[in-house]
Nanobody, 115 residues
Framework: QVQLVESGGGLVQPRGSLRLSCAASGLTVSSYRMSWYRQAPGKERESVAIKRIDGRTSYADSVLGRFPIARDNAKNTVYLQMNNVKSSKTAVYSC?????????WGRGTQVTVSS
C-alpha cells in the first residue's frame, strides 16, 4: 500500500520559513517524479515544485528562488523548504508522486501565513 504523508505545516509569519516533508512508503521517491502542489481557499490547485527522477527541478514562477525542493533517498522523503513566505499564500500543500501512468497523492498539510 502506497502512502505519502506530509508534515511540517502550521502557522508561519510573512517573510518567515517553514520546511514541509513528504514521507513515502510503498514507493521509492527516487523512482518517481515527485511534486508539491498547493491549493488556496477558493482557488485551483497549482504546481509549486517538481523533482524529476534524474534530479532536475522545476518551479512555479511565484516561488522560484525561494522554495527549493529536495529529495533524501535514504529517508525516502521529499522536502519543500519554504523561505520568505508571502502573506497571501495560505494554502494546503500536497505531495504528489507519478511514474509510468501511476500516481499518488498525499492528504496535504495546512500552511497558514499570518502575522
Amino acid at each position: 500500500q502506497v502512502q505519502l504523508v506530509e508534515s511540517g505545516g502550521g502557522l508561519v509569519q510573512p517573510r518567515g520559513s517553514l520546511r514541509l516533508s513528504c514521507a513515502a512508503s510503498g514507493l521509492t521517491v527516487s523512482s518517481y517524479r515527485m511534486s508539491w502542489y498547493r491549493q488556496a481557499p477558493g482557488k485551483e490547485r497549482e504546481s509549486v515544485a517538481i523533482k524529476r527522477i534524474d534530479g532536475r527541478t522545476s518551479y512555479a514562477d511565484s516561488v522560484l528562488g525561494r522554495f527549493p525542493i529536495a529529495r533524501d533517498n535514504a529517508k525516502n522523503t521529499v522536502y519543500l523548504q519554504m523561505n520568505n513566505v508571502k502573506s497571501s499564500k495560505t494554502a494546503v500543500y500536497s505531495c504528489y508522486g507519478e511514474a509510468g501512468g501511476t500516481n499518488y497523492w498525499g492528504r496535504g498539510t495546512q500552511v497558514t501565513v499570518s502575522s
